[in-house]
């Protein structure tokens, strides 16, 4: 038989794209626009609509940059319309990009209630179900002239907010032209053909040559193509669509894979678009999604970031009204247990269970929902203490997608237990359509079924669809290729259902899944743990802040009755957990973006201080006694952890440089620096151990500076090649002594660094301050230690504890970790000595090794300090920065986690009265870290202390408190009581295993 496969795709592509899809709206009328151009930022819905409107025709501009538009459109419909379902097709200038990344519009009723959002592909609004004819109506578009920034990814400055665009002279020309306007009848019989011929040709086109049913389907289509008469399409739609009856009769196998669809709208909280847009672009996802389900019974939609539903209350509380009926209906199904979806890698411990705290009560408060799930489709790589803190508030599942994106190894998974740091599993589910913005296309179902890693002992996977990123949700074609494809030969199952039910079936039937352990790196946007270092300064201050206020408000309510500020840390915590998503604190947003973080910092940083100075006061009475206060874990220059002494003695001073022949030399007895004439540190012994750190023939802190200019995503991606050139920063302006440091000034470029070396009394640590003024471009500036160490790996902190990586590259899936984050220390040690590298201020980290002639090992550690990425941001990082980094020489894991809280934390020093501070607890173990002490969010004045083991080993401890303790219970994350303790005098006996995280609530005695 002659093939004639080809001939008839290509005819059905034709007909379907230039005759069918035009037809579906094929009776049209023009409709009356009239507009006004809001003035500036976006006004509320009742000024819009009071607003003067002139009218205008099609072919209309509007929109410079950033701005927003109002039109009105009224019309009439024909009488001889009666009977149709009559919609208005409208197009405000929508191009080629995807929804959600240019203009965008949110339609009103005239008395400002809201009907559904418009976008390239979702560009209709019902005027009538049934026409009875002769209807007139108004609607009201809020139109968003959103720039188009996602095309070829070069640097634009229409990413920075307007008043500085119009200074910056930017082009204030309109962006989008009106092109359609029209009142159509939505022909029924049409559009249900053109979805059956989707369908079918895109099933048609994933299977394979030899396989029977194509071929059988093929003739189908071509019988039906044959009865659609291209002289009335309306009127041959019925019989094509007969045709085609007995293609969709047969079931599909009873071995097929089964797609669990679940409807979704991945809407970045921030990214090439500012915050205030966000919450627009909630607004009008949800009014389509809301509308969707009124017609769909069976649609089931997810919403992933408490933080949206809450703008969404706050600003359209009628949209939000419906999604508590769609809610209680279980439509509307809130997932993912956080306040926004954060970056894992830079967001510290804390503020990761504070997102789960925080997200899970908005849920349970606003709609009764205990959800079980972490939904975290896009962030770029997941820490290892995830698994703990998910189970620790009730999660259950976790899901993503994005190790799909690693560019050197292939995940051996997609459903899996993923263990964590200290042994907790988590049941894991890697979408296997590898993307989270589906559109339920035949190339998608197939690629999730051949792609799918466990068929052989699972049958089941998550296809999440719906226009994503900028938002936009499933529209209904999506929905009727879903039900066409539900049970169809030839398919998979596609079935929507929500992701409880999937995750449920998914383990029941693979409950022995292979495990997955330690951290889900992404071997890709290695960039971002550096990009928009102001961003992540912020972030890591306020995270040690906030612990620093909860701490002295918790320890002044408890020994004075200090007023406990709830509702101030409440919403500081929720600022600082909103700018940890992931487009934000990675530092991969538009310039405005960033421009409002650094602010929102500031502004979070300037309460905080107010809250830990009005505690502290209230801690230290009226007098004129210096007091030490050290809120880290542990006791410093004889101030205890947690608690304020008297001034005891001088504070401890810098040593002083001495000048030697060629350099200086810092010495306080425990360690010997040498630093040279060009600044460089050319020895840095530890004089107890009575040993080198740097290897023979190097320098220590050598700024390094590298070309940086990855091949796709600038503020996101270090490509490997990037070490192929560097220029040693060796020459120096000037190295002389100042304020007990070594100074030295180095330019390069147009740019000029300052570097205070200093060394303190009775300290192993050697401290370098940084001050930039960074003018660079495309180029990456690393700090370099090459340590005289044979370390088999490097040991890193991250969330409640550290990880271990290799230091070699064996495996490519070590050689892929040529960059990971780091928190507030990196350690590296061969037995019986180490060394580590605290910071301030750094996430990014590498370590190499190489064998020398003489036999030893130069284990080299390099900090990535700053970036100069082009886009989206094409300033990004420029400009002034401060930032500290330290060498602890002779130091093991235990004097890492030390140093890494001391450096953050430093002591302050208030004028009181002469009586010591008690701690409100005291834990007797140095591998036992107090990382929490609080009230109880719930206002019954208990306190809350969160502490986990952070050494790696068991740990037994003994938890004392300062204060009468009534009784106690450790609790999960949310201060809900699991298990009871049994206090003896005030003081708990604990247990820890490696890495364990526990939350121990006390309640005091009723006054
Ligand atoms: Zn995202």
């Not at 930022?41 to 099609?58: S, W």
């Amino acid at each position: 038989m002659h093939s004639k496969r080809r001939l008839t795709e290509d005819r059905l592509a034709r007909v379907l794209n230039e005759r069918l899809r035009p037809a579906v709206h094929g009776r049209t009328v023009p409709l009356r626009v009239a507009v006004w151009d809001a003035p500036g930022e976006p006004v509320p819905v009742a000024e819009a609509l009071a607003a003067p409107y002139r009218p205008i025709e099609v072919g209309h501009r509007w929109g410079p940059v950033w701005s927003t538009s109002w039109f009105r459109i009224t019309g009439r419909v024909p009488d001889e319309w009666a009977g149709q379902r009559v919609e208005a097709v409208l197009d405000i200038g929508f191009n080629k990009t995807g929804p959600g990344f240019s203009a965008e519009g949110l339609v009103h009723r005239a008395d400002g209630t809201v009907v559904k959002a418009l976008h390239p592909r979702n560009a209709w609004v019902t005027v009538a179900e049934h026409a009875s004819g002769g209807e007139e109506f108004t609607y009201y578009i809020e139109a968003a002239a959103n720039p188009v920034l996602c095309d070829d990814h070069l640097p634009t400055r229409a990413g920075d907010r307007p008043g500085w665009l119009t200074a910056g002279g930017v082009d204030p020309e309109p962006l989008y032209r009106v092109l359609r306007a029209d009142l159509a009848v939505l022909d029924r019989g049409l559009w249900e053909l053109v979805q059956d011929f989707d369908v079918l040709g895109g099933l048609i086109r994933e299977l394979p040559e030899h396989d029977q049913r194509g071929w059988q389907l093929l003739g189908f289509v071509e019988r039906a193509l044959d009865a659609v008469d291209l002289g009335d399409l309306s009127g041959s739609a019925a019989a094509a669509r007969a045709a085609l009856v007995p293609a969709f009769a047969p079931p599909a196998a009873p071995s097929a894979h089964r797609l669990s669809a679940v409807g979704h709208a991945h809407i970045d909280t921030a990214w090439l678009w500012p915050v205030r847009e966000t919450v627009r672009k909630v607004a009008r996802t949800v009014a389509n999604v809301v509308q969707l389900m009124d017609d769909h019974p069976s649609f089931r939609f997810v919403m992933s970031q408490a933080q949206q539903l809450a703008w969404l209350k706050e600003s359209r509380p009628q949209l939000y009204a419906r999604v508590r009926e769609k809610v209680t209906g279980g439509q509307f199904l809130p997932v993912g247990s956080l306040w926004v979806e954060p970056d894992t890698n830079i967001t510290g411990g804390e503020a990761l269970a504070r997102q789960l705290i925080h997200g899970k009560r908005f849920y349970l408060a606003e709609f009764g929902v205990e959800t079980e799930e972490m939904w975290l489709p896009d962030t770029f790589g997941y820490n290892a203490a995830m698994p703990q803190l998910m189970k620790l508030a009730g999660v259950r599942w976790f899901l993503t997608q994005k190790i799909s994106w690693n560019t050197t190894n292939r995940f051996p998974h997609h459903t899996f237990w993923w263990e964590g740091l200290d042994g907790t599993r988590i049941f894991t589910h890697f979408p296997p359509v590898d993307s989270y913005n589906c559109e339920v296309s035949g190339a998608e179902v197939a690629l999730a079924v051949a792609n799918f890693q466990d068929k052989g002992a699972a049958s089941c996977s998550l296809m999440p669809f719906g226009y994503g990123d900028g938002g936009g949700g499933p529209n209904r074609e999506m929905l009727a290729r879903a039900e066409r494809l539900a049970d169809l030969e030839g398919s998979a199952r596609v079935v929507i259902e929500s992701p409880a039910r999937f995750f449920e079936r998914a383990h029941a039937e693979y409950p022995d899944a292979p495990v997955w352990v330690g951290e889900l790196y992404l071997e890709f946007h290695r960039g971002t743990l550096t990009s928009q270092l102001r961003t992540k300064q912020g972030n890591r201050r306020s995270e040690h802040l906030l612990r620093e206020a909860e701490l002295w408000a918790a320890t002044a309510a408890v020994r004075t009755g200090f007023a406990y500020p709830y509702q101030a840390l409440d919403r500081l915590w929720k600022t600082v957990l909103l700018h940890q998503f992931h487009d934000i604190l990675p530092g991969s947003s538009i310039a405005w973006v960033h421009q409002e973080a650094e602010q929102a910092h500031a502004a979070v940083l300037a309460e905080l201080d107010g809250i830990v100075g009005a505690a502290q006061q209230a801690l230290a009475g009226e007098g004129r006694q210096e007091i030490v206060f050290n809120a880290a874990p542990f006791a410093r220059d004889g101030v205890p952890a947690l608690g304020a002494v008297p001034r005891g003695g001088p504070a401890a001073r810098r040593v002083a440089p001495v000048p030697e022949a060629d350099g200086f030399v810092l010495d306080n007895g425990l360690v010997r620096v040498r630093i040279d004439r060009r600044g460089l540190v050319t020895s840095a012994r530890d004089l107890t151990a009575d040993r080198e750190a740097l290897a023979p023939g190097t320098v220590g802190n050598l700024l390094q500076l590298h070309q940086d200019f990855p091949n796709q995503y600038d503020a996101w991606d270090i490509d490997e090649f990037y070490r192929n050139t560097v220029r040693d920063l060796v020459e120096a302006e000037s190295v002389d002594i100042r304020d007990g440091a070594v100074r030295v000034v180095r330019r390069f470029g147009t740019s000029r660094v300052e570097q205070e070396i200093s060394l303190t009394e009775g300290s192993k640590r050697l401290d370098i301050a940084t001050e930039i003024d960074w003018h660079e471009t495309e180029k990456l500036l690393k700090a370099a230690f090459p340590l005289d160490l044979r370390a088999e790996h490097s040991s890193a902190e991250i969330p409640f504890g550290h990880v271990r990586r290799p230091t070699h590259t064996n495996t490519s899936w070590d050689a892929a970790k040529f960059e990971f984050c780091a928190h507030r220390f990196l350690h590296l040690g061969e037995r019986g000595w180490g060394a580590a590298l605290v910071n301030d201020s750094t996430y990014g980290h590498e370590v190499t090794r190489d064998v020398r002639p003489d036999g030893g090992t130069t284990t080299t550690a390099r900090l990535s300090l700053l970036r100069a990425p082009r886009f989206p941001d094409p300033e990004a990082d420029q400009g002034h920065h401060r930032l500290r980094y330290a060498l602890v020489l002779g130091a093991d894991i235990a004097d890492a986690v030390r140093e890494g809280y001391g450096f953050n934390q430093p002591e302050r020093v208030v004028t009181g009265a002469a009586a010591a501070v008690v701690p409100l607890v005291a834990v007797d173990s140095d591998a036992v870290v107090v990382e929490v002490v609080k009230l109880a969010d719930d206002g019954s004045g208990d306190v809350v202390v969160r502490l986990y083991e952070a050494l790696g080993g068991r740990a037994a401890a003994v938890l004392g408190a300062g204060f009468p303790v009534a009784s106690a219970a450790v609790t999960d994350l949310l201060e809900r009581a699991l298990e009871p303790l049994h206090p003896t005098a005030d003081r708990i006996g604990l247990t820890l295993r490696p890495f364990q995280v526990l939350t121990v609530r006390l309640r005091r005695p009723d006054a």
